[in-house]
């Protein structure tokens, strides 16, 4: 069963003269296993919507709901809130424990599971987003550097084994090389726990290299959505909100631009890769 969302508004501070509204009759359906990548400028909704998928926020007028639970509802909130992993922006939000195993086993604690099984989750999920047991266990969270942090606080998330794992920027303010592991991390864990996912980034690569459904956010409505050719396809209206395409797509449209006969609909490096290994190709054949 997905997450189903059917015309959801949100407004901050409704009723008040502050009264803002940050979503506009969002229809979104985030299916099994299904891999969402969330785009849009700064300011676009994205937080607010994602928010409302763990019941952190409920809708001001409209629907979600999670596995069929109406998470406008107290009860049902509680039993689609467990299916849903949430890992924030900033993971000093979420690190609260003295050590990190203390930290990372809370999510499982709290689900009742036996000592031994809390004990195997931790273990694994700590394998998973690669820090080390025997280092690392014991530590302090405030000890840790930003990427320690990061994995610290999905390993916490990945341990209750979530159906949907939700990411707010999980990449934001890592180098490149963590950049890479930590999308790694999570398309690992997706894989072998086949949950689905839904990250927010504002790296187009990021999103190109991983997602199986792109949506834009615009003014708090979505804009449009579709496979990440479809969207990343449309360089120009992405130009236009302020969005940078990825790194291929846009060199494939200046080549082409300087007279390169290429297809259309190039995003990643191995498919430039390729189109050029073909245009090559033409070349020796003349
Ligand atoms: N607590 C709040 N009260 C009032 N307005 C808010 C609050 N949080 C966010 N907003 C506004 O809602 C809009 C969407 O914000 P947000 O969901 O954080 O966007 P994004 O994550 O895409 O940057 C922005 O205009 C923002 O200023
Ligand atoms: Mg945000």
């Known amino acids: 069963m997905p997450i189903v969302i059917e015309k959801l508004t949100y ?21 099994d296993g299904e891999f969402v990548g969330l785009i849009g400028h700064t300011g676009s909704g994205k937080s607010t919507l994602i928010q409302q998928l763990n019941g952190l926020m409920q809708p001001t007028s409209g629907i979600v709901k999670v596995d069929g639970y109406d998470m406008s509802d107290k009860k049902q909130r509680a039993k689609g809130r467990a299916l849903v992993g949430m890992v924030f922006q900033y993971p000093d939000y979420q690190l609260f424990d003295e050590t990190v195993y203390k930290d990372i ?24 987003v690669g820090l080390d047991f025997d280092e690392f266990a014991e530590k302090s969270p405030f000890e840790l550097s930003g990427g320690e942090k990061r994995r610290t606080a999905l390993a916490g998330i990945i341990a209750m084994y979530p159906k949907y794992l939700v990411l707010d920027e999980p990449m934001a303010g890592l180098d490149p090389a963590g950049r890479r592991a930590v999308l790694k991390m999570i398309d690992d864990f997706r894989k072998q726990l086949g949950c689905a996912v839904v990250m927010v980034s504002h790296s187009m690569d990021d999103i190109a290299k991983t997602a199986d459904k792109v949506v834009v956010l615009r003014d708090g409505k979505i804009y449009t959505s579709g496979t990440p050719e479809e969207i990343f396809s449309r360089a120009d209206e992405l130009y236009e909100m302020g969005l940078e395409p990825p790194f291929a797509a846009r060199l494939a449209s200046e080549l082409k631009r300087r007279g390169f006969v290429l297809p259309d609909g190039i995003y990643t490096n191995a498919a430039l890769a390729d189109a050029l290994d073909a245009y090559k190709g033409g070349l020796g054949n003349v």
């Open 11 to 31: 407004t901050y501070q409704s009723g008040s003269v502050n009264a803002f509204t940050a979503l506009h009759e969002i229809d979104l359906t985030i299916n």
């Open 105 to 128: 086993s809370f999510g499982p604690k709290n689900m009742k599971l036996d000592a031994e099984e809390v004990d195997r989750r931790v273990r694994e999920a700590m394998r998973l």
